[in-house]
C-alpha cells in the first residue's frame, strides 16, 4: 500500500485543493470532537488535517511526511504497528487511516501504548453510499481499502482496551456519510 502513496502523493494531495467542500466539512467534525491536549496523527499523509490542528505525524511515506512538514507539521518516519513513543499523548487521531491498515487491531494497540492514561483515540470512517462512489470511482488509493462500519471499529476499539465514549456523524453527500468514533483508554 506503501507504493500507491508514496509514488502519487501529489495526486493525492490535489483531492483536496479540489474537494475544499469535503475537506472543511471532515475537519469541522474533527475539530467539535477534538479534545485538548498533545496530539499524534497516525497516517499524516500530507498533512491536511494536522497542519490544522496542531497535531504532530508520522506516516510510511517520506514523500508525503516532506509536504506535511512544509505545511509545519512535526513529522516522524514510522510505522503505525511501531510507533516511536510511550505514553506521550493525550490524543490519537486516525483520519481516514484505518481502511488503508493491513493490521488495524494491531495498529489501535499500538496507538493505546502512545496513549497517556484517559486518552483518546479519534476515529474517522467514511460509510454507506459513499463507500460505493470510492470503488466506482477504481481509485488507486481506494483499491485496496477496507472500509469498517461504525460497529467494526467499536469492536476493534473494545478489544483493545478501550469505550466508546461517543459516535459523531458529518453529511458530505448522501447524509451522515462520515462517522468519527471517540475510544477512550
Known amino acids: 500500500m506503501l507504493s500507491v502513496f508514496d509514488e502519487r502523493w501529489k495526486e493525492y494531495d490535489e483531492w483536496y485543493d479540489r474537494h475544499r467542500d469535503i475537506f472543511l466539512k471532515e475537519l469541522e467534525l474533527i475539530e467539535r470532537n477534538l479534545p ?4 499524534l496523527e497516525v497516517g499524516v499523509g500530507t498533512g491536511r488535517f494536522a497542519s490544522c490542528l496542531g497535531c504532530i505525524g508520522i506516516d510510511i511515506s517520506l514523500n508525503m511526511l516532506k509536504l506535511a512538514k512544509k505545511r509545519g507539521v512535526d513529522v516522524v ?3 503505525a504497528l511501531n510507533l516511536p513513543f510511550r505514553q506521550v ?3 490519537v487521531l486516525l483520519a481516514f ?3 488503508f491498515l493491513e493490521k488495524p487491531v494491531e495498529a489501535l494497540m499500538e496507538a493505546s501504548k502512545v496513549l497517556r ?3 483518546r483515540i479519534l476515529i474517522c470512517i467514511v460509510r454507506g453510499k459513499l463507500i460505493e462512489d470510492y470503488r466506482k470511482k477504481n481509485s488507486p488509493f481506494y483499491r485496496a481499502a477496507k472500509f469498517y462500519s461504525v460497529e467494526d471499529v467499536s469492536r476493534m476499539l473494545e478489544r483493545t482496551g478501550f469505550f466508546v465514549e461517543k459516535i ?3 453529511d458530505l453527500k448522501y447524509g451522515r456519510d462520515v462517522a468519527l468514533i471517540v475510544g477512550r483508554k
Do not use: K
Open 36 to 39: 485538548d491536549g498533545y496530539c
Open 77 to 79: 518516519l514510522a510505522d
Open 89 to 91: 499523548f493525550d490524543i
Open 97 to 99: 487511516t484505518l481502511c
Open 117 to 119: 492514561n484517559n486518552g
Open 168 to 170: 459523531d456523524f458529518t
